[in-house]
């Protein structure tokens, strides 16, 4: 069973940064993506960023050059945001799952995400 706990978010004005924290425990795919999703009041889950266990990843034209996504070995992940404006603000969301063996890059997008964390909220002003 995995269980992740992201931590991390908070109110920030714009042009400031946060990093964001996922500690995923009970993964134990050989192959996994890990990814950061965001959602707003009346707005579908966006996707990120994502990264794979062979540290592959991918982001969101959006977050291009001001977000960075990160793994260490211990299975935690990490979303670096600097360059902060208010289109943001949402709540950030830990998603995990298993990578097949022909699959190369994680997709952002939430169907492909088994596990999912409870959330983080970060404001921006």
């Known amino acids: 069973h995995v269980q992740l706990v992201e931590s991390g978010g908070g109110s920030v004005q714009a042009g400031g940064s946060l990093r964001l924290s996922c500690a995923a425990s009970g993964l134990t795919y050989s192959r996994f993506c890990m990814g950061w999703f965001r959602q707003t009041p009346g707005k579908e889950r966006e996707g990120v960023a994502a990264?794979?266990?062979?540290?592959?990843t991918t982001s969101a034209d959006s977050v291009k050059g001001r977000f960075t996504i990160s793994r260490d070995n211990a299975k935690t992940m990490y979303l670096q945001m600097n360059s902060l404006n208010p289109e943001d603000s949402g709540m950030y969301y830990c998603a995990a799952a298993a990578l097949g063996p022909w699959t190369q890059t994680c997709p952002l997008r939430s169907l492909f995400f088994a596990s999912w964390g409870q959330g983080t909220q970060v404001t921006v002003s």
């Open positions: 990264i794979s266990s062979a540290g592959r």
